[in-house]
Protein backbone atom coordinates (compact mmCIF):
# COMPACT_ATOMS: atom_id res chain seq x y z
CA UNK A 1 0.00 0.00 0.00
CA UNK A 2 1.08 3.31 -1.22
CA UNK A 3 0.28 6.73 1.09
CA UNK A 4 1.29 9.66 -1.62
CA UNK A 5 2.91 12.84 0.98
CA UNK A 6 2.36 14.70 -2.42
CA UNK A 7 0.82 17.71 -2.93
CA UNK A 8 -2.99 17.36 -2.55
CA UNK A 9 -4.42 17.25 -5.82
CA UNK A 10 -8.29 15.66 -4.57
CA UNK A 11 -9.52 17.83 -2.03
CA UNK A 12 -12.46 16.15 -1.18
CA UNK A 13 -11.37 12.78 -0.92
CA UNK A 14 -9.65 13.88 2.52
CA UNK A 15 -12.40 15.19 3.87
CA UNK A 16 -14.75 11.95 2.83
CA UNK A 17 -11.77 10.45 5.56
CA UNK A 18 -11.38 12.85 7.91
CA UNK A 19 -14.94 14.17 8.42
CA UNK A 20 -17.45 11.96 6.34
CA UNK A 21 -20.72 13.11 7.82
CA UNK A 22 -19.76 16.77 8.18
CA UNK A 23 -22.20 19.31 5.66
CA UNK A 24 -19.82 20.65 3.04
CA UNK A 25 -22.69 22.37 1.33
CA UNK A 26 -26.46 23.19 1.76
CA UNK A 27 -28.46 24.95 -1.15
CA UNK A 28 -30.58 28.30 0.27
CA UNK A 29 -33.66 27.84 -2.35
CA UNK A 30 -34.05 23.88 -2.35
CA UNK A 31 -32.80 23.36 1.46
CA UNK A 32 -30.42 20.40 -0.12
CA UNK A 33 -27.38 19.40 1.47
CA UNK A 34 -24.66 17.28 0.82
CA UNK A 35 -21.94 15.82 2.57
CA UNK A 36 -17.76 15.26 2.38
CA UNK A 37 -18.67 11.73 2.04
CA UNK A 38 -21.39 12.00 -0.37
CA UNK A 39 -19.76 15.17 -2.06
CA UNK A 40 -16.65 12.50 -2.82
CA UNK A 41 -19.29 9.87 -3.97
CA UNK A 42 -20.74 11.95 -6.47
CA UNK A 43 -17.66 13.40 -7.89
CA UNK A 44 -16.52 9.84 -8.41
CA UNK A 45 -19.47 8.53 -10.53
CA UNK A 46 -18.85 11.61 -12.44
CA UNK A 47 -15.82 11.17 -13.09
CA UNK A 48 -15.97 7.71 -14.12
CA UNK A 49 -18.94 8.93 -16.41
CA UNK A 50 -17.29 11.78 -18.25
CA UNK A 51 -14.22 9.77 -18.76
CA UNK A 52 -16.24 6.84 -19.92
CA UNK A 53 -19.10 7.56 -21.78
CA UNK A 54 -18.07 10.70 -23.66
CA UNK A 55 -14.49 10.21 -23.34
CA UNK A 56 -13.22 13.16 -21.48
CA UNK A 57 -9.27 13.14 -19.90
CA UNK A 58 -6.60 15.04 -18.44
CA UNK A 59 -7.32 18.60 -20.09
CA UNK A 60 -10.78 18.28 -21.70
CA UNK A 61 -13.01 21.74 -21.00
CA UNK A 62 -16.44 21.85 -19.58
CA UNK A 63 -18.41 24.97 -19.89
CA UNK A 64 -20.91 25.32 -17.55
CA UNK A 65 -23.94 27.87 -18.11
CA UNK A 66 -25.88 27.67 -14.73
CA UNK A 67 -26.97 29.22 -11.22
CA UNK A 68 -24.80 27.78 -8.37
CA UNK A 69 -25.87 24.45 -7.01
CA UNK A 70 -24.67 21.08 -5.28
CA UNK A 71 -23.95 19.52 -9.38
CA UNK A 72 -21.64 22.52 -10.01
CA UNK A 73 -19.65 22.01 -6.75
CA UNK A 74 -19.40 18.35 -7.75
CA UNK A 75 -18.14 19.35 -11.26
CA UNK A 76 -15.59 21.10 -9.30
CA UNK A 77 -14.35 18.27 -6.93
CA UNK A 78 -14.57 16.39 -10.46
CA UNK A 79 -12.34 18.36 -11.57
CA UNK A 80 -9.72 18.30 -9.12
CA UNK A 81 -10.04 14.29 -9.69
CA UNK A 82 -9.44 14.05 -13.43
CA UNK A 83 -7.81 17.25 -14.70
CA UNK A 84 -10.62 18.49 -16.21
CA UNK A 85 -10.81 22.07 -17.11
CA UNK A 86 -14.34 24.00 -16.47
CA UNK A 87 -15.31 26.72 -18.12
CA UNK A 88 -17.67 28.74 -15.99
CA UNK A 89 -20.11 31.08 -18.68
CA UNK A 90 -21.52 34.42 -17.27
CA UNK A 91 -25.69 34.04 -18.06
CA UNK A 92 -25.93 37.91 -18.48
CA UNK A 93 -23.99 38.02 -21.16
CA UNK A 94 -26.26 38.03 -24.69
CA UNK A 95 -25.71 34.69 -26.70
CA UNK A 96 -23.81 36.08 -29.25
CA UNK A 97 -20.90 36.72 -26.28
CA UNK A 98 -21.37 33.44 -25.13
CA UNK A 99 -20.57 32.24 -28.70
CA UNK A 100 -17.79 33.68 -29.01
CA UNK A 101 -16.57 32.40 -25.77
CA UNK A 102 -17.02 28.60 -26.57
CA UNK A 103 -15.30 29.14 -29.89
CA UNK A 104 -12.08 30.41 -28.22
CA UNK A 105 -12.09 28.07 -25.35
CA UNK A 106 -13.67 24.92 -27.37
CA UNK A 107 -14.99 23.27 -24.58
CA UNK A 108 -15.47 19.19 -25.67
CA UNK A 109 -19.12 19.18 -23.83
CA UNK A 110 -21.33 22.16 -22.53
CA UNK A 111 -23.90 21.84 -19.22
CA UNK A 112 -26.26 24.07 -19.26
CA UNK A 113 -28.95 24.61 -16.76
CA UNK A 114 -32.73 24.77 -18.79
CA UNK A 115 -33.77 28.47 -18.47
CA UNK A 116 -30.47 29.50 -20.16
CA UNK A 117 -31.26 27.21 -22.80
CA UNK A 118 -31.61 30.21 -25.21
CA UNK A 119 -28.50 31.53 -24.79
CA UNK A 120 -26.37 28.99 -26.75
CA UNK A 121 -28.99 29.52 -29.68
CA UNK A 122 -26.16 30.29 -32.02
CA UNK A 123 -23.98 27.06 -31.22
CA UNK A 124 -24.94 25.03 -34.01
CA UNK A 125 -22.69 22.13 -32.97
CA UNK A 126 -20.93 20.48 -29.67
CA UNK A 127 -22.20 17.99 -26.99
CA UNK A 128 -24.52 18.70 -25.01
CA UNK A 129 -26.81 18.35 -22.01
CA UNK A 130 -28.58 19.94 -18.89
CA UNK A 131 -26.82 20.44 -15.20
CA UNK A 132 -30.50 18.95 -14.43
CA UNK A 133 -29.47 15.77 -15.78
CA UNK A 134 -26.84 15.32 -13.62
CA UNK A 135 -28.60 14.31 -10.60
CA UNK A 136 -29.79 11.15 -12.33
CA UNK A 137 -26.18 9.58 -12.44
CA UNK A 138 -26.10 6.88 -10.64
CA UNK A 139 -23.67 4.28 -11.45
CA UNK A 140 -20.24 3.72 -11.31
CA UNK A 141 -19.19 3.62 -8.00
CA UNK A 142 -16.03 2.42 -7.48
CA UNK A 143 -13.49 5.09 -6.32
CA UNK A 144 -11.72 7.31 -9.65
CA UNK A 145 -8.10 7.09 -9.62
CA UNK A 146 -6.96 10.20 -9.43
CA UNK A 147 -5.09 11.68 -12.61
CA UNK A 148 -1.91 13.43 -11.16
CA UNK A 149 -1.31 16.87 -13.19
CA UNK A 150 1.31 19.59 -13.40
CA UNK A 151 0.73 22.64 -10.92
CA UNK A 152 0.54 24.77 -13.68
CA UNK A 153 -2.37 23.04 -15.29
CA UNK A 154 -5.69 25.11 -15.34
CA UNK A 155 -8.73 24.18 -13.38
CA UNK A 156 -10.63 26.96 -14.72
CA UNK A 157 -10.53 29.09 -17.75
CA UNK A 158 -12.08 32.48 -16.17
CA UNK A 159 -13.30 34.99 -18.16
CA UNK A 160 -12.70 38.71 -16.90
CA UNK A 161 -15.77 41.14 -17.47
CA UNK A 162 -14.39 42.54 -20.30
CA UNK A 163 -15.29 46.53 -19.57
CA UNK A 164 -12.91 47.16 -22.43
CA UNK A 165 -13.11 45.36 -25.65
CA UNK A 166 -13.73 41.40 -25.21
CA UNK A 167 -12.93 38.98 -22.36
CA UNK A 168 -10.22 37.15 -21.68
CA UNK A 169 -9.81 33.74 -20.95
CA UNK A 170 -7.90 34.06 -17.37
CA UNK A 171 -5.65 30.29 -16.92
CA UNK A 172 -6.74 29.65 -13.42
CA UNK A 173 -4.43 26.95 -12.23
CA UNK A 174 -4.14 24.17 -9.63
CA UNK A 175 -0.95 26.09 -7.90
CA UNK A 176 -2.98 29.01 -7.77
CA UNK A 177 -6.37 27.31 -6.57
CA UNK A 178 -3.86 25.95 -3.40
CA UNK A 179 -1.45 29.07 -2.57
CA UNK A 180 -4.84 31.27 -2.64
CA UNK A 181 -5.95 29.11 -0.46
CA UNK A 182 -3.07 28.84 1.70
CA UNK A 183 -2.99 33.15 2.03
CA UNK A 184 -6.57 32.90 2.43
CA UNK A 185 -6.37 31.08 5.92
CA UNK A 186 -3.64 32.84 6.87
CA UNK A 187 -5.42 36.05 6.90
CA UNK A 188 -8.46 35.11 7.71
CA UNK A 189 -9.94 32.42 10.08
CA UNK A 190 -10.32 29.37 7.69
CA UNK A 191 -10.52 26.31 9.04
CA UNK A 192 -12.76 23.20 9.51
CA UNK A 193 -14.83 25.03 12.01
CA UNK A 194 -15.60 28.28 9.57
CA UNK A 195 -18.96 28.81 8.08
CA UNK A 196 -20.01 30.98 5.19
CA UNK A 197 -22.43 32.08 2.99
CA UNK A 198 -21.71 32.41 -1.00
CA UNK A 199 -23.94 34.96 -2.81
CA UNK A 200 -21.23 36.15 -5.56
CA UNK A 201 -22.01 34.76 -9.10
CA UNK A 202 -19.75 31.11 -10.10
CA UNK A 203 -18.56 32.82 -13.48
CA UNK A 204 -16.35 34.84 -11.58
CA UNK A 205 -13.21 34.63 -9.31
CA UNK A 206 -15.27 36.00 -6.44
CA UNK A 207 -17.40 33.47 -6.49
CA UNK A 208 -15.08 30.44 -6.57
CA UNK A 209 -12.15 31.57 -4.43
CA UNK A 210 -12.67 34.25 -2.25
CA UNK A 211 -13.57 32.35 0.21
CA UNK A 212 -15.84 28.94 -1.44
CA UNK A 213 -12.47 26.90 -2.97
CA UNK A 214 -10.70 28.03 0.54
CA UNK A 215 -13.24 26.54 2.18
CA UNK A 216 -13.37 23.23 0.69
CA UNK A 217 -9.96 22.79 1.05
CA UNK A 218 -10.44 23.61 4.77
CA UNK A 219 -13.15 21.33 5.02
CA UNK A 220 -15.62 23.91 6.01
CA UNK A 221 -19.42 24.79 5.36
CA UNK A 222 -21.02 26.71 2.88
CA UNK A 223 -24.36 28.31 2.09
CA UNK A 224 -25.08 28.74 -1.59
CA UNK A 225 -27.10 31.47 -2.74
CA UNK A 226 -28.10 31.60 -6.70
CA UNK A 227 -28.99 35.16 -6.13
CA UNK A 228 -28.83 37.75 -3.40
CA UNK A 229 -31.69 38.36 -0.97
CA UNK A 230 -30.94 40.84 1.14
CA UNK A 231 -33.41 39.60 3.49
CA UNK A 232 -32.77 36.47 3.71
CA UNK A 233 -29.26 36.89 3.78
CA UNK A 234 -29.11 38.66 6.84
CA UNK A 235 -32.00 35.92 8.00
CA UNK A 236 -28.97 33.19 7.65
CA UNK A 237 -26.45 35.02 8.83
CA UNK A 238 -27.68 34.74 12.07
CA UNK A 239 -29.69 31.25 11.98
CA UNK A 240 -26.59 29.25 10.32
CA UNK A 241 -23.70 31.10 12.77
CA UNK A 242 -21.70 32.15 9.75
CA UNK A 243 -18.49 33.01 10.70
CA UNK A 244 -17.11 35.28 7.86
CA UNK A 245 -19.24 36.93 4.89
CA UNK A 246 -18.16 38.45 2.18
CA UNK A 247 -20.31 40.89 0.33
CA UNK A 248 -19.74 44.01 -2.19
CA UNK A 249 -20.73 47.73 -0.30
CA UNK A 250 -24.25 47.63 -2.26
CA UNK A 251 -25.46 44.47 -0.89
CA UNK A 252 -24.14 45.23 3.09
CA UNK A 253 -25.95 48.56 2.51
CA UNK A 254 -29.03 46.97 1.27
CA UNK A 255 -29.29 44.80 4.29
CA UNK A 256 -28.31 47.56 6.88
CA UNK A 257 -31.41 49.33 5.30
CA UNK A 258 -34.06 46.58 6.17
CA UNK A 259 -36.14 47.16 9.41
CA UNK A 260 -34.94 44.06 11.04
CA UNK A 261 -31.67 44.68 10.87
CA UNK A 262 -31.89 47.01 14.03
CA UNK A 263 -32.90 44.02 15.60
CA UNK A 264 -29.87 42.06 14.18
CA UNK A 265 -27.40 39.97 15.97
CA UNK A 266 -24.32 37.74 15.12
CA UNK A 267 -22.60 36.36 18.31
CA UNK A 268 -20.81 33.88 15.53
CA UNK A 269 -19.78 36.65 12.82
CA UNK A 270 -15.64 37.22 13.50
CA UNK A 271 -16.05 39.32 9.88
CA UNK A 272 -17.35 40.75 6.77
CA UNK A 273 -15.25 40.54 4.42
CA UNK A 274 -15.70 43.34 1.80
CA UNK A 275 -14.37 43.61 -2.37
CA UNK A 276 -15.44 45.14 -5.37
CA UNK A 277 -15.24 48.93 -4.19
CA UNK A 278 -14.55 50.87 -0.73
CA UNK A 279 -17.39 50.98 1.99
CA UNK A 280 -18.08 54.09 3.06
CA UNK A 281 -16.79 55.40 6.77
CA UNK A 282 -20.72 55.59 7.78
CA UNK A 283 -22.01 51.85 6.78
CA UNK A 284 -18.55 50.44 8.63
CA UNK A 285 -19.64 52.11 11.24
CA UNK A 286 -23.37 50.83 10.59
CA UNK A 287 -22.21 47.65 11.30
CA UNK A 288 -19.52 47.72 13.64
CA UNK A 289 -22.55 49.06 15.85
CA UNK A 290 -23.94 45.45 15.78
CA UNK A 291 -20.69 44.14 16.30
CA UNK A 292 -19.52 43.39 13.16
CA UNK A 293 -16.18 44.23 12.20
CA UNK A 294 -15.62 44.85 8.48
CA UNK A 295 -12.00 44.07 6.33
CA UNK A 296 -11.22 45.21 3.16
CA UNK A 297 -8.84 43.83 0.97
CA UNK A 298 -7.88 43.44 -2.64
CA UNK A 299 -7.62 41.02 -5.90
CA UNK A 300 -7.59 40.08 -9.15
CA UNK A 301 -8.81 37.12 -11.47
CA UNK A 302 -5.43 37.04 -12.58
CA UNK A 303 -3.54 37.21 -9.04
CA UNK A 304 -4.78 35.32 -6.49
CA UNK A 305 -7.63 36.49 -6.28
CA UNK A 306 -6.87 36.92 -2.34
CA UNK A 307 -4.10 39.46 -2.25
CA UNK A 308 -4.16 41.73 0.68
CA UNK A 309 -6.29 42.21 3.68
CA UNK A 310 -7.01 45.43 6.00
CA UNK A 311 -7.30 43.80 9.17
CA UNK A 312 -10.80 44.89 10.98
CA UNK A 313 -8.74 47.04 13.70
CA UNK A 314 -7.58 49.29 11.06
CA UNK A 315 -10.90 49.77 9.56
CA UNK A 316 -11.22 53.40 11.04
CA UNK A 317 -7.67 54.54 11.46
CA UNK A 318 -6.80 53.42 8.14
CA UNK A 319 -9.67 54.03 6.47
CA UNK A 320 -9.20 53.71 2.32
CA UNK A 321 -6.18 51.59 3.06
CA UNK A 322 -6.56 47.64 1.10
CA UNK A 323 -4.35 46.93 4.25
CA UNK A 324 -1.32 44.28 3.45
CA UNK A 325 -0.07 42.16 1.17
CA UNK A 326 -1.04 38.53 1.91
CA UNK A 327 1.62 36.13 3.51
CA UNK A 328 2.50 34.39 0.08
CA UNK A 329 2.52 38.06 -2.14
CA UNK A 330 5.26 39.77 -2.96
CA UNK A 331 4.71 43.55 -3.89
CA UNK A 332 6.30 46.16 -5.83
CA UNK A 333 5.48 50.13 -7.08
CA UNK A 334 7.39 51.21 -9.97
CA UNK A 335 7.23 54.22 -12.71
CA UNK A 336 6.36 54.23 -16.20
CA UNK A 337 9.31 53.30 -16.99
CA UNK A 338 9.77 49.96 -14.42
CA UNK A 339 11.98 51.79 -11.68
CA UNK A 340 10.83 51.16 -8.30
CA UNK A 341 9.02 54.33 -6.31
CA UNK A 342 10.18 55.99 -3.18
CA UNK A 343 7.73 55.22 -0.10
CA UNK A 344 5.06 57.27 0.13
CA UNK A 345 5.10 58.43 -3.88
CA UNK A 346 2.31 57.01 -6.30
CA UNK A 347 3.38 54.12 -9.04
CA UNK A 348 1.71 50.92 -10.53
CA UNK A 349 1.07 47.72 -8.44
CA UNK A 350 3.20 44.85 -9.44
CA UNK A 351 2.90 41.42 -7.88
CA UNK A 352 4.81 38.12 -7.54
CA UNK A 353 4.10 35.11 -5.94
CA UNK A 354 2.98 31.15 -6.47
CA UNK A 355 -0.85 32.44 -6.76
CA UNK A 356 -0.01 34.31 -10.50
CA UNK A 357 -1.64 33.14 -13.61
CA UNK A 358 0.79 31.81 -16.44
CA UNK A 359 -1.56 33.92 -18.78
CA UNK A 360 -4.67 34.64 -21.11
CA UNK A 361 -5.86 31.63 -23.24
CA UNK A 362 -4.98 31.92 -26.74
CA UNK A 363 -3.66 35.16 -26.45
CA UNK A 364 0.05 35.55 -26.29
CA UNK A 365 0.35 38.95 -26.72
CA UNK A 366 -1.76 40.34 -23.94
CA UNK A 367 -0.04 37.40 -21.64
CA UNK A 368 3.26 39.24 -23.19
CA UNK A 369 1.46 42.33 -21.74
CA UNK A 370 0.23 42.06 -18.86
CA UNK A 371 4.00 41.23 -17.06
CA UNK A 372 7.56 42.83 -16.84
CA UNK A 373 9.86 42.90 -19.52
CA UNK A 374 11.97 40.32 -17.60
CA UNK A 375 8.47 38.01 -17.43
CA UNK A 376 8.92 37.98 -13.36
CA UNK A 377 6.52 40.16 -12.39
CA UNK A 378 2.45 40.60 -12.88
CA UNK A 379 1.65 44.47 -13.94
CA UNK A 380 -1.47 45.12 -12.25
CA UNK A 381 -2.48 48.38 -13.91
CA UNK A 382 -3.21 49.88 -10.58
CA UNK A 383 -1.92 52.80 -9.13
CA UNK A 384 -1.15 52.56 -5.31
CA UNK A 385 0.81 54.59 -2.54
CA UNK A 386 2.54 52.52 0.23
CA UNK A 387 2.57 54.32 3.74
CA UNK A 388 5.03 54.40 6.40
CA UNK A 389 3.30 51.39 8.14
CA UNK A 390 3.47 49.16 4.61
CA UNK A 391 -0.25 49.89 4.39
CA UNK A 392 -1.30 50.01 0.63
CA UNK A 393 -3.64 52.80 -0.63
CA UNK A 394 -5.34 52.42 -4.12
CA UNK A 395 -4.90 55.55 -6.13
CA UNK A 396 -6.65 54.20 -9.04
CA UNK A 397 -6.49 52.30 -12.43
CA UNK A 398 -4.26 53.68 -15.02
CA UNK A 399 -6.76 53.53 -17.80
CA UNK A 400 -9.21 55.56 -15.79
CA UNK A 401 -6.84 58.45 -15.21
CA UNK A 402 -7.47 61.70 -17.35
CA UNK A 403 -5.84 64.60 -17.96
CA UNK A 404 -7.15 68.29 -17.06
CA UNK A 405 -5.53 71.28 -17.95
CA UNK A 406 -2.18 69.36 -18.18
CA UNK A 407 -2.40 67.54 -14.89
CA UNK A 408 -3.05 63.60 -14.65
CA UNK A 409 -6.44 63.60 -12.08
CA UNK A 410 -6.91 59.86 -11.05
CA UNK A 411 -10.95 59.51 -9.97
CA UNK A 412 -10.16 57.45 -6.98
CA UNK A 413 -8.87 60.32 -5.06
CA UNK A 414 -11.52 62.29 -5.97
CA UNK A 415 -14.34 59.61 -4.92
CA UNK A 416 -12.45 58.84 -1.82
CA UNK A 417 -13.46 62.57 -0.67
CA UNK A 418 -16.74 62.97 -1.66
CA UNK A 419 -17.38 59.58 -0.55
CA UNK A 420 -16.82 61.01 3.33
CA UNK A 421 -20.03 63.67 2.59
CA UNK A 422 -22.77 62.41 4.90
CA UNK A 423 -25.32 62.64 2.02
CA UNK A 424 -23.17 61.01 -0.69
CA UNK A 425 -24.09 56.82 -0.70
CA UNK A 426 -22.17 56.04 -3.75
CA UNK A 427 -20.12 58.09 -6.25
CA UNK A 428 -17.56 57.59 -9.48
CA UNK A 429 -15.76 60.38 -11.15
CA UNK A 430 -15.92 60.12 -14.80
CA UNK A 431 -14.05 62.62 -17.25
CA UNK A 432 -16.48 64.59 -19.74
CA UNK A 433 -14.78 66.81 -22.82
CA UNK A 434 -14.16 70.29 -21.30
CA UNK A 435 -13.26 72.90 -24.22
CA UNK A 436 -10.34 74.94 -22.12
CA UNK A 437 -8.94 71.76 -19.83
CA UNK A 438 -9.27 69.28 -22.78
CA UNK A 439 -11.17 66.85 -19.84
CA UNK A 440 -12.89 67.32 -16.77
CA UNK A 441 -14.77 65.50 -13.74
CA UNK A 442 -18.07 64.55 -13.65
CA UNK A 443 -19.39 63.32 -10.42
CA UNK A 444 -22.39 60.64 -10.54
CA UNK A 445 -23.54 60.41 -7.03
CA UNK A 446 -26.32 58.43 -5.36
CA UNK A 447 -27.56 59.75 -2.01
CA UNK A 448 -27.74 58.47 1.64
CA UNK A 449 -31.71 57.59 2.66
CA UNK A 450 -33.08 60.49 3.68
CA UNK A 451 -29.98 63.27 2.73
CA UNK A 452 -30.12 66.04 0.09
CA UNK A 453 -27.09 68.06 -1.21
CA UNK A 454 -26.91 70.16 -4.17
CA UNK A 455 -24.29 70.32 -7.10
CA UNK A 456 -22.61 73.53 -6.15
CA UNK A 457 -22.20 72.69 -2.16
CA UNK A 458 -20.59 69.38 -3.19
CA UNK A 459 -18.29 70.94 -5.73
CA UNK A 460 -17.27 73.27 -2.75
CA UNK A 461 -16.80 70.14 -0.27
CA UNK A 462 -14.09 69.02 -2.64
CA UNK A 463 -12.82 72.14 -3.70
CA UNK A 464 -12.18 72.37 0.35
CA UNK A 465 -10.12 68.96 0.17
CA UNK A 466 -8.34 68.95 -3.32
CA UNK A 467 -6.70 71.23 -5.69
CA UNK A 468 -8.42 73.00 -8.71
CA UNK A 469 -7.75 70.83 -11.21
CA UNK A 470 -9.08 67.61 -9.49
CA UNK A 471 -12.27 69.26 -8.42
CA UNK A 472 -14.94 68.19 -10.42
CA UNK A 473 -17.24 70.86 -12.90
CA UNK A 474 -20.27 69.09 -12.29
CA UNK A 475 -22.15 66.32 -10.59
CA UNK A 476 -25.72 63.92 -12.12
CA UNK A 477 -27.76 62.93 -9.19
CA UNK A 478 -28.79 59.20 -9.56
CA UNK A 479 -31.07 56.95 -7.71
CA UNK A 480 -27.96 54.06 -8.08
CA UNK A 481 -24.85 53.79 -9.15
CA UNK A 482 -24.83 50.94 -12.24
CA UNK A 483 -22.78 48.14 -11.31
CA UNK A 484 -21.25 45.20 -13.56
CA UNK A 485 -21.73 41.42 -12.70
CA UNK A 486 -18.65 41.75 -10.80
CA UNK A 487 -20.26 44.47 -7.99
CA UNK A 488 -17.84 46.87 -9.33
CA UNK A 489 -19.01 50.54 -10.83
CA UNK A 490 -19.89 50.73 -14.09
CA UNK A 491 -17.66 52.96 -15.62
CA UNK A 492 -17.89 52.11 -18.89
CA UNK A 493 -22.04 52.71 -18.85
CA UNK A 494 -21.74 56.16 -17.30
CA UNK A 495 -19.49 57.57 -19.55
CA UNK A 496 -21.54 56.49 -22.76
CA UNK A 497 -24.40 58.16 -20.57
CA UNK A 498 -23.16 61.05 -19.78
CA UNK A 499 -19.43 62.06 -21.32
Known amino acids: MIMDNMWQQDWVSKWALYSPEKTAIKE ?3 GKTISY ?12 WLTKKYGLKSGSRIAVLSDYNIEYIILFCTAQKTGFTLVPLNYRLAATEILHILEESQPELVIFEEKYRHLLKDVSSGIFFTIEELVNVKHYNDPFPVTEVD ?18 GVLYTHKMLFWNSINTAISLIVNT ?4 INVMPPFHTGGWNVLLTPFLHHGGYTVLFRKFDPAAVLKFLQEEDITIFMGVPTMLQMMA ?8 RFPSLYYIIVGGEPMSIPLIEKWSSHGVAVRQGYGMTEVGPNLTSLHQSDSIRKKGSIGRPNFYVQIKVVDEHGAEVQRGESGELWLRGPMVTPGYLNNPDG ?14 GDIIRVDEENYIYVVDRVKNMYISGGENVYPAEVERVLIQH ?3 NECVIIAVKHEKWGETGKACVSLTEGNTVTEQELIDYCAQRLAKFKVPKSVVFLEEIPKTDAGKFDRKKLKSIYS
Open 367 to 380: TTAAFSPDGKWFKT
Open 151 to 168: ENHPIFILYTAGTTGLPK
Open 422 to 424: PAV
Open 28 to 30: YET
Open 257 to 264: NLPEFDEA
Open 193 to 196: ESRS
Open 37 to 48: SQLNEQANIYSH
